[in-house]
């Protein structure tokens, strides 16, 4: 193929991709099979890789992300992003009719009413059809500027279709993340000794402020579209451009409707308060606004919101019932939980006989007391939780309640740190929930993925005592387990199932046990299970460090230096390498023959184009630092830590800092930019 039709080719499959993935993200209305998509893909990205240069700039490829921004720039609205006045009343929003009734003085109108998403705000702005950049609220007047975290949502458009857009304007929706991914991602995070989200508005919010857009790209995001601001739209009124935008290629929901009386507006709120959990994500009321362009203007703005529209919000469903006794749960992480068991009681369409109580600040604040009659209230959250207490009919002779002081499971003094509500048992690696979650943690899939020890054999190896820490399971032996066995009852089920170690089944423990040897450092040291190091934090580690004794000298400075280790990661390092058992273990690990230096293949040098030359990388690449650092040694550079005149290059991306520019300038040292520098290594 020659260059042009190369070119064209390229542009096509664009297009393509591009509306299929309008057609699955926007529309929900797939147009192609999931095998016939990736060959198109596939085919773009080969096309891509040998001609970057012709690569188009919405190209869905680049969806992946891979920018990294550590503090997000400030951008102010053009038009300030104001809130809505809410309310919890009917009487309100009859009020709300009536008003506007009144200021329109009997001329017809419409309203438009809408689902209330609970997420985050969003302000979108299009130049030209292509998306320009993408602001958070902030405080209104500004925001943080996270184009390079959503554009990798599949279903914001990153360049419109059609010609029929105003040249620029600005479109506002809510970033959710839908129910069934908060659940997926809380699980996950749970597996690496992560807190959960609380909510998925909590979980859409964190997501798009993550310095990493590689790793928002993983979750799996989307944007409702509900507001369009611009000089030149094509209509006079917001539910005709709302539809309009939905053919230039936004996600505007189907779920909104024009009606003209207020007994038509509460028929659809109350359909959607009866309606409401069977949608895949979460609403928190309805929003009501005047259609006319023209109309909204006359009815104008208050300071804080306009006069034109108002947010019904769903009362929270809220049952009264008894408080029968208190659990205390330990997790994997020695986070302490207290649980409350209720007089079952139906809430939602489901039977509550459980409820999460937080911690011991809401069990304080609430001065909850076993046996009192509690409200119970079921809002964003999956787990009900307990809202307050009916003090008028407490029984004469309750008691305070006082967090308990020791771990149930082990009986250690539980420690809370100053300024954190949660106890946890510090005895991380004696205390039985601790341990067990810890080896299950190190069996799993993404870490040393011994599959052939799952499905409770840890819990009866435990129970038999062999397997007090990780470096037991490699203690293991045919002889030692062969035989073992178990009666396992599952939950919600009176069926027993026994669990036997056969011949079999050993050989594969075994077999596991041995083969996970092999498996690259980064993920032994995610499978150690230190607290806020997941999978992506342990491959940043390994890269930067490159060993685990590196890691262990280091100190709260120099860990701060990786790429994405902030305090808390720092501090959570520095205790876990700092406790003596824990070294013990990685001791016994290191002999057993585990991996505790990253594959030296990576390292190897594959050219010696950079041989002898010296680098100071500084600024923002279209892949990580630390990625850029590792191909300079790959290719026989060095990378150094501050210019002096002795330095060969310096490699400059976005952003690089002032006073490093200046110094090279001052020292006469080359600064490159990354196509240079690819140039330089032929990539
Ligand atoms: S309209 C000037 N429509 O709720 C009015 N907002 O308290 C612009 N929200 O800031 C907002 N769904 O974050 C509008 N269908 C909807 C909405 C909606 C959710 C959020 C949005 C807004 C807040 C209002």
Not at 120 to 131: E, P, Q
Not at 256 to 271: H, N, R, S
Not at 488 to 499: A, C, L
């Amino acid at each position: 193929m020659d260059i042009s039709s190369i070119k064209a080719r390229i542009n096509q499959l664009t297009q393509e991709i591009n509306l299929h993935n309008y057609n699955y993200y926007s529309l929900s209305s797939p147009s192609i099979s999931d095998y016939d998509f990736d060959l198109l893909l596939e085919e773009l990205v080969r096309l891509e890789h040998l001609h970057p240069e012709l690569a188009l700039p919405d190209s869905p490829t680049k969806r992946v992300g891979g920018e990294i921004t550590k503090n997000f720039k400030q951008i102010v609205h053009k038009n300030p992003m104001l809130s809505l006045s809410n309310t919890y009343s009917e009487a309100e929003v009859t009020d709300f009719d009536q008003r506007v009734r009144k200021l329109l003085q009997g001329e017809a109108f419409e309203y438009v009413c809408e689902l209330k998403y609970d997420g985050l705000a969003i302000g979108l702005t299009y130049v030209k059809g292509v998306l320009q950049h993408a602001v958070t609220r902030g405080d209104g007047v500004q925001g943080d500027d996270v184009t390079a975290n959503v554009r990798t949502i599949k279903s914001i458009p990153i360049r419109l279709f059609g010609d029929d857009f105003p040249d620029e304007f600005e479109i506002r929706g809510e970033i959710i993340m839908p129910r069934s991914e908060f659940r997926r991602l809380n699980e996950e995070r749970a597996d690496i000794g992560d807190l959960p989200f609380a909510n998925p508005r909590n979980a859409a919010s964190g997501s798009i402020k993550m310095q990493d857009s590689a790793e928002v790209a993983k979750r799996a995001l989307d944007c409702y579209l509900y507001h369009i601001i611009g000089d030149a739209l094509p209509f006079e009124s917001h539910y005709e451009n709302m539809v309009k935008a939905r053919q230039w290629g936004f996600k505007v929901p189907m779920y909104i409707a024009k009606c003209t009386t207020v007994d038509a507006i509460f028929e659809f709120i109350d359909e959607w308060n009866s309606a409401r959990e069977t949608l895949p994500f979460d609403i928190d009321g309805i929003v009501i606004k005047v259609n006319s362009f023209a109309q909204q203007q006359q009815l104008a703005f208050t300071a804080k919101s306009p006069r034109w529209a108002i947010a019904y919000k769903f009362k929270a469903q809220r049952v009264s019932t008894k408080l029968l006794s208190i659990d205390y749960q330990v997790g994997r992480t020695g986070a302490v939980t207290p649980v409350a068991n209720l007089e079952p009681i139906q809430l939602g369409g489901t039977t509550v006989k459980r409820a999460s109580l937080h911690n011991a600040d809401q069990i304080a604040r609430l001065d909850i007391r076993v046996g009192d009659t509690v409200f119970v209230e079921k809002g964003g959250e999956i787990i009900p939780k307990i809202v307050d207490v009916d003090v008028s009919f407490r029984p004469p002779q309750s008691q305070p309640l006082h967090f308990i002081t020791h771990c149930p499971e082990c009986a250690t003094l539980l420690v809370r740190k100053e300024g954190e509500a949660i106890h946890y048992c510090p005895n991380e690696n004696g205390c039985p929930p601790q341990t067990k979650g810890k080896i299950e943690h190190f069996i799993h899939r993404k870490a040393m993925n011994i599959d052939s020890l799952g499905e409770g054999k840890v819990e009866i190896l435990f129970d038999n005592g062999l397997l007090k820490n990780v470096a037991d399971i490699y203690d293991l032996t045919y002889e030692k387990i062969i035989g073992l066995e178990k009666e396992h009852t599952t939950e919600n089920s009176d069926k027993t199932r026994v669990v036997k170690f056969r011949e079999k089944t050993v050989e594969n423990i075994l077999k596991g046990i041995e083969d996970s040897k092999q498996v690259p450092f980064e993920r032994v040291l995610f499978a150690l299970g230190i607290r806020y190091v997941g999978e992506t934090i342990a491959k940043k580690l390994a890269v930067h460090f490159k060993n685990s004794d590196e890691i262990q000298k280091a100190t709260f400075d120099e860990l701060k230096e990786a790429e994405e280790i902030g305090e808390t990661i720092a501090e959570s390092v520095l205790q876990y390498f700092g406790n003596s058992e824990n070294v013990a273990i990685i001791a016994r690990l290191k002999e057993k023959g585990l991996q505790f230096s990253i594959n030296q293949a990576a390292v190897t040098q594959v050219s010696d184009a950079l041989q002898g030359k010296s680098f100071v990388v500084s600024g923002v690449f279209s892949k990580s630092r630390d990625e850029i650092k590792h191909l300079i040694e790959l290719h026989g550079g060095k990378n150094v830590g501050s210019i002096s005149a002795k330095t060969h290059f310096v490699l400059a991306g976005d952003n690089m800092g002032p006073e490093k520019k200046k110094k090279a300038q001052q020292l006469n040292v080359p600064i490159i930019s990354e196509d240079e520098f690819f140039e330089m290594i032929h990539e």
